[in-house]
C-alpha cells in the first residue's frame, strides 16, 4: 500500500495472525458461545459468525450505553466509518465507508431503501435520531448483489424499535450545554396477535456558530441551532400461525439554521429544513416449514428546504424526492442451503424548485431479479449472488458475490471473497438545470478481500484486507460545470475489528489503515482519512455504569487549495447510577479534553460540552 501500508506488510500481518491461531487453538478449551444474529449479510436470518461479508451489530444496548443522539455519532466509532459535518449537530454531514462517500453507500430502515434523488444524492442521516432505533446493521464491501445500486462501499440497515411481549412504556428527558434539550417516550407491547409500538421524541441545541469566523470572518458569527422531531408506529398482526400482515412508519423532521459556506456576511441568515419519512405494507406467510414469503410495498420520501432570502443574494429552494419499491422475497431451505430469490421494483422521483423559477420534475422506473445461494458444509462456508438491475434510460448492470469461509478450528474461520457493484446517477445528477449531465453513466467496482475471523465465548475479532477499485467516479466537475464520470479510485486497505466482553466489561475496538486514490492525478481522496481508529469500554460498579469512548482520526486532504486537515483524537465520557430496575440517572461528557478540530475545512465541531438526564424503562 502505497506511503502507507504496503501490500506485504498486510500479508505478513495476516501470516502472523494465521500462527498465532495455532498456538491458541490449542489452549482453547471450548469453541465460541456467540449467539447474535444478523440479517443483513444475506437477506436472511444467520449467526453474526456466519456472516461472511464483514459484518457488525449495534444492539440497543450498545445505543443506550453510549448515550449517543444520532445516527452519525453513533457509527463514527465503527470499523472503515469517517463522517464529515458542516458545523454541529443536524448540519450537513457525509459519510465515508471504506473510502466510498454518501452516495456510495445503501442506507436502509426496515428494509426499505433510501435512495435520494436530487443533485447531492446524499441521505440526510444527520436527521436520523436514534430514540426510535432498537439496532443497526453494518454490511461493508461490494453487496449489490445482494441490494442493487449504491452499495459499493456497503449497506447500513437501521431497525426500528417493534413490539412484543407484555405492555411496556418508556421516557426519558436530558438537558445540557449549548441550549440542549432532548425528551422522548413511547409505548409497547402485544395484545392478543396484534404487536404494536409507538414513540416520538423531541430534540433542541442553540448551537454554535457553524462556520469558523478566524478562517471566514466574513461569515455571521452568531449561533446555529437545530430542532428534531421523530416518531416511530409499528403494528402487525397475526392472522393464522406462519402468516401475518403489518404497517410500520417512521419520521425525522429536522430545522437548522446554519452559516454561507464562505459567501456570506455577518448579517446574513440561512435555514433549511429536513423531513424523511418511510412506511410500509408487508405480508410474511411461511408457505411450508422450508419455505418464507415476504411481499412489502414501501415508500422513502425526502423534503429538502433550504431558504437564504435574508442574505446579500436572496435565495431558497425545495426538493422532494421519493421512492416506492415492491419486494417479493422468497427464502427456501434445501438440505444444508438455503435458496434465496426474488423480483423488486423502484419507482423514483424528484420535484425540485427555486426562487430562480427553474425546474426539475423526472421520474424513473428500476426492476431487478435476484438469487442468492448460502451454506455450510462441515468446515466449509459459502455464499453466492446473482442480481440482475434495469433502470430507465441506463444499461443493465448485472452483479455478482462470492464468498468462501474455511474454519480452521472452532474459534478461527479465514475468509475470502470477490464482489461487485454499481451506482446509478441520481435524477439530479442527470437533469439539474445548472448541473445536470445526461449522459453520465452509473459507477461500477470490483472488490477482492481475505480475511480471519476469531470467536471465543462473546467475543469477536475480525481482520479482513480489502482492494477496491472504482470506474466511472461521478464528481462535479469545475471544468465543465456539471457532474462527469472523471476519473477512476482505488482504495486497498485493512480494517481490525474486536466486540466482545472481558469479565464485566463490554468492549469494542476498531483500527482502519487504507489508501483512497484517485487515479487519474495519484493523490489521495478528498476528506478521506488514510487511518483511524477507536477504542470504546463500559463497566458495571455496583448501581454504577460508567462509559469511555475514544475516536482517532488521521490527516486527510481537504479542498485542492486548503493544506492537509490535522489528526485529531476526541475522549467522550459516560455514566449511569440505577436508583431502581426501571429508572436511572445518565451523565455524559461529550470532547471531554476540549479538543478543537475539525472534519471539513472552515466548520466548526463541538467543544467540551455536558449533558445530564433521568431515563424509565419498564422491563
Same mark, same amino acid.
Given at each position: 500500500?502505497?506511503?502507507?501500508?504496503?501490500?506485504?506488510?498486510?500479508?505478513?500481518?495476516?501470516?502472523?495472525?494465521?500462527?498465532?491461531?495455532?498456538?491458541?487453538?490449542?489452549?482453547?478449551?471450548?469453541?465460541?458461545?456467540?449467539?447474535?444474529?444478523?440479517?443483513?449479510?444475506?437477506?436472511?436470518?444467520?449467526?453474526?459468525?456466519?456472516?461472511?461479508?464483514?459484518?457488525?451489530?449495534?444492539?440497543?444496548?450498545?445505543?443506550?450505553?453510549?448515550?449517543?443522539?444520532?445516527?452519525?455519532?453513533?457509527?463514527?466509532?465503527?470499523?472503515?466509518?469517517?463522517?464529515?459535518?458542516?458545523?454541529?449537530?443536524? $448540519?450537513?454531514?457525509?459519510?465515508?465507508?471504506?473510502?466510498?462517500?454518501?452516495?456510495?453507500?445503501?442506507?436502509?430502515?426496515?428494509?426499505?431503501?433510501?435512495?435520494?434523488?436530487?443533485?447531492?444524492?446524499?441521505?440526510?442521516?444527520?436527521?436520523?435520531?436514534?430514540?426510535?432505533?432498537?439496532?443497526?446493521?453494518?454490511?461493508?464491501?461490494?453487496?449489490?448483489?445482494?441490494?442493487?445500486?449504491?452499495?459499493?462501499?456497503?449497506?447500513?440497515?437501521?431497525?426500528?424499535?417493534?413490539?412484543?411481549?407484555?405492555?411496556?412504556?418508556?421516557?426519558?428527558?436530558?438537558?445540557?450545554?449549548?441550549?440542549?434539550?432532548?425528551?422522548?417516550?413511547?409505548?409497547?407491547?402485544?395484545?392478543?396477535?396484534?404487536?404494536?409500538?409507538?414513540?416520538?421524541?423531541?430534540?433542541?441545541?442553540?448551537?454554535?456558530?457553524? $462556520?469558523?469566523?478566524?478562517?471566514?470572518?466574513?461569515?455571521?458569527?452568531?449561533?446555529?441551532?437545530?430542532?428534531?422531531?421523530?416518531?416511530?408506529?409499528?403494528?402487525?398482526?397475526?392472522?393464522?400461525?406462519?402468516?401475518?400482515?403489518?404497517?410500520?412508519?417512521?419520521?425525522?423532521?429536522?430545522?437548522?439554521?446554519t452559516d454561507g459556506g464562505g459567501f456570506g456576511t455577518p448579517t446574513a441568515v440561512y435555514k433549511g429544513a429536513s423531513k424523511l419519512s418511510t412506511w410500509s405494507l408487508y405480508s410474511h406467510n411461511q408457505m411450508t416449514r422450508d419455505w418464507l414469503s415476504k411481499l412489502t410495498f414501501s415508500q422513502h420520501r425526502e423534503r429538502s428546504i433550504y431558504d437564504a432570502k435574508l442574505t446579500a443574494f436572496p435565495y431558497d429552494s425545495e426538493a422532494v424526492t421519493r421512492s416506492r419499491a415492491l419486494n417479493w422475497t422468497h427464502s427456501v431451505v434445501l438440505g444444508p442451503w438455503l435458496l434465496t430469490a426474488g423480483a423488486e421494483s423502484q419507482h423514483q422521483f424528484i420535484d425540485a424548485t427555486d426562487s430562480s423559477l427553474t425546474q426539475l420534475n423526472r421520474e424513473r422506473g428500476v426492476s431487478a431479479l435476484f438469487a442468492g445461494l448460502s451454506g455450510i458444509l462441515g468446515a466449509h462456508s459459502m455464499q453466492f449472488n446473482l442480481r440482475r438491475d434495469n433502470a430507465d434510460g441506463l444499461p443493465g448492470e448485472t452483479t455478482g458475490y462470492a464468498g468462501y469461509g474455511f474454519q480452521l478450528v472452532p474459534a478461527w474461520k479465514l475468509i475470502a471473497s470477490i464482489s461487485s457493484a454499481f451506482n446509478l446517477p441520481p435524477l439530479g445528477y442527470l437533469y439539474d438545470p445548472f448541473s445536470g449531465n445526461p449522459t453520465l453513466r452509473p459507477e461500477t467496482a470490483h472488490s477482492t478481500e481475505l480475511g480471519l475471523q476469531w470467536a471465543q465465548d462473546k467475543q469477536v475479532v475480525r481482520a479482513t484486507i480489502f482492494n477496491t477499485r472504482t470506474t466511472n467516479l461521478m464528481q462535479y466537475d469545475f471544468a465543465t460545470w456539471t457532474f462527469n464520470n472523471v476519473t477512476d479510485a482505488t482504495n486497498r486497505g485493512l480494517e481490525l475489528s474486536y466486540s466482545g466482553k472481558l469479565s464485566s466489561a463490554d468492549l469494542r475496538a476498531s483500527l482502519t489503515l487504507q489508501d483512497p486514490l484517485d487515479e487519474s492525478t495519484g493523490m489521495h481522496l478528498i476528506r478521506r482519512a488514510r487511518d483511524m481508529g477507536s477504542f470504546g469500554a463500559s463497566v458495571p460498579l455496583g448501581q454504577w455504569t460508567v462509559g469511555a469512548d475514544l475516536r482517532y482520526t488521521g490527516t486527510r486532504p481537504d479542498l485542492v487549495t486548503v493544506p492537509s486537515l490535522p489528526a485529531y483524537c476526541v475522549i467522550n465520557m459516560t455514566a449511569r447510577f440505577a436508583l431502581a430496575p426501571e429508572l436511572a440517572l445518565t451523565a455524559h461528557i461529550d470532547n471531554l479534553l476540549d479538543r478543537q478540530y475539525q472534519t471539513a475545512y472552515g466548520y466548526n465541531q463541538p467543544g467540551r460540552a455536558a449533558y445530564v438526564g433521568i431515563v424509565w424503562a419498564q422491563k
Open positions: 500500500m502505497k506511503n502507507l501500508v504496503s501490500r506485504a506488510h498486510l500479508f505478513v500481518f495476516v501470516l502472523q495472525l494465521s500462527a498465532t491461531s495455532s498456538v491458541l487453538a490449542q489452549t482453547a478449551s471450548k469453541p465460541f458461545q456467540l449467539d447474535e444474529t444478523v440479517v443483513t449479510a444475506n437477506r436472511s436470518e444467520q449467526l453474526l459468525t456466519d456472516a461472511l461479508p464483514h459484518t457488525t451489530v449495534i444492539g440497543r444496548d450498545v445505543i443506550e450505553r453510549s448515550q449517543a443522539v444520532d445516527l452519525p455519532t453513533l457509527l463514527s466509532s465503527e470499523a472503515g466509518f469517517q463522517f464529515t459535518q458542516n458545523g454541529g449537530r443536524g $448540519m450537513s454531514a457525509t459519510l465515508f465507508l471504506r473510502g466510498s462517500a454518501s452516495l456510495q453507500v445503501l442506507v436502509l430502515i426496515d428494509g426499505v431503501p433510501l435512495t435520494k434523488q436530487d443533485s447531492t444524492g446524499s441521505v440526510s442521516l444527520e436527521h436520523i435520531m436514534l430514540d426510535q432505533v432498537e439496532r443497526v446493521e453494518i454490511v461493508r464491501g461490494n453487496v449489490s448483489a445482494i441490494y442493487g445500486s449504491g452499495a459499493v462501499g456497503g449497506v447500513i440497515q437501521v431497525f426500528m424499535r417493534k413490539g412484543q411481549g407484555k405492555p411496556k412504556t418508556f421516557a426519558q428527558l436530558e438537558v445540557g450545554s449549548v441550549g440542549s434539550s432532548h425528551a422522548s417516550a413511547g409505548v409497547s407491547g402485544q395484545v392478543g396477535e396484534t404487536n404494536y409500538f409507538v414513540g416520538v421524541a423531541r430534540l433542541r441545541t442553540t448551537g454554535f456558530s457553524a $462556520m469558523n469566523t478566524s478562517q471566514y470572518p466574513n461569515e455571521n458569527p452568531d449561533a446555529d441551532g437545530y430542532s428534531n422531531t421523530n416518531y416511530n408506529l409499528g403494528l402487525s398482526q397475526v392472522l393464522v400461525p406462519g402468516h401475518s400482515l403489518g404497517l410500520r412508519a417512521a419520521g425525522s423532521d429536522g430545522e437548522f439554521d
